[in-house]
């Protein structure tokens, strides 16, 4: 079993930086760890993945070139480096984990576990 906890998130002017943290604790190793997030209303959509080993890491369109992942196996923590934050970046985002590689997905029904949730509010 995973537990995951996220922090980092805050509110931020358009333009700005954040780094979201997810600390995994339990069954950490082969593991698929992605970020989701769910703006206001909306269905929850992916983000990032990466390998709890390295690699397979994949981008959502909407983040590519903005949003950076990594991972620190020393700390059992999973980044989420957001640069050039827009308002449409204002969602709840949540750090997930499957047992497994990632190949690409970013569908939240394919991850076991799950976060609470950290916020993130972007101003124009």
């Known amino acids: 079993k995973v537990q995951l906890v996220e922090s980092g998130g805050g509110s931020v002017q358009a333009g700005g930086s954040l780094r979201l943290s997810c600390t995994a604790s339990?069954?950490?190793?082969?593991?698929?760890m992605a970020w989701f997030r769910q703006p206001p209303g909306k269905e929850r959509e992916g983000v990032a993945t990466v390998y709890s080993g390295g690699g397979d890491i994949y981008y959502a369109d909407s983040v590519k070139g903005r949003f950076t992942i990594s991972r620190s196996n020393a700390k059992n923590t999973v980044y989420l480096q957001m640069n050039s934050l827009r308002p449409e970046d204002t969602a709840l985002y949540y750090c997930?984990?499957?047992?497994?590689?990632?190949?690409?997905?970013?569908?939240?029904?394919?991850?076991?576990?799950w976060g609470q949730g950290t916020q993130v509010t972007v101003s124009s």
């Open positions: 339990g069954v950490t190793y082969n593991k698929c």
């Open positions: 997930a984990a499957v047992s497994g590689l990632c190949g690409g997905r970013l569908n939240a029904p394919y991850f076991t576990y």
